[in-house]
């Protein structure tokens, strides 16, 4: 039911930042553990960075240091700050639960490509 728009994907080089962010529908980060997860070609998707409604993080040890997950619910806008990029971060990148249900919705993502 909660739909979620992610942008601000792009080129970067090995080293470069950048910054996504993920539009929800309606508010839903205050009362539901959220994610950033990823999904390269050829692999199966996984997290990277979770924000509980409390606001603690967890983020995978793949780019634990390098990313950081926030909020800001006047905005219903969830980021994921992103930097050192290296190319093994090329993926896909959505927004969701933590815990995503069969038929919950996913947004189309948004591409982040690293490389020189």
């Known amino acids: 039911q909660v739909q979620f728009v992610e942008s601000g994907g792009g080129l970067v080089q090995p080293g470069g930042s950048l910054r996504l962010s993920c539009l929800a529908s309606?508010?839903?980060?205050?009362?539901?553990?959220m994610a950033w997860h990823r999904q390269a070609p050829g692999k199966q998707r996984e997290w990277v960075a979770a924000?509980?409604?409390?606001?603690?993080?967890v983020y995978a040890d793949s780019v634990k240091g390098r990313f950081t997950i926030f909020r800001d619910d006047a905005k219903n806008t969830m980021y994921l700050q992103m930097n050192s990029l290296t190319p093994e971060d090329t993926a896909v990148y959505y927004c969701?639960?933590?815990?995503?249900?069969?038929?919950?919705?996913w947004g189309q993502g948004t591409q982040v490509t690293v490389s020189s």
């Open positions: 924000l509980t409604a409390g606001g603690g993080t």
């Open positions: 969701n639960r933590l815990l995503v249900g069969t038929n919950d919705y």
């Open positions: 309606e508010s839903i980060f205050s009362i539901a553990t």
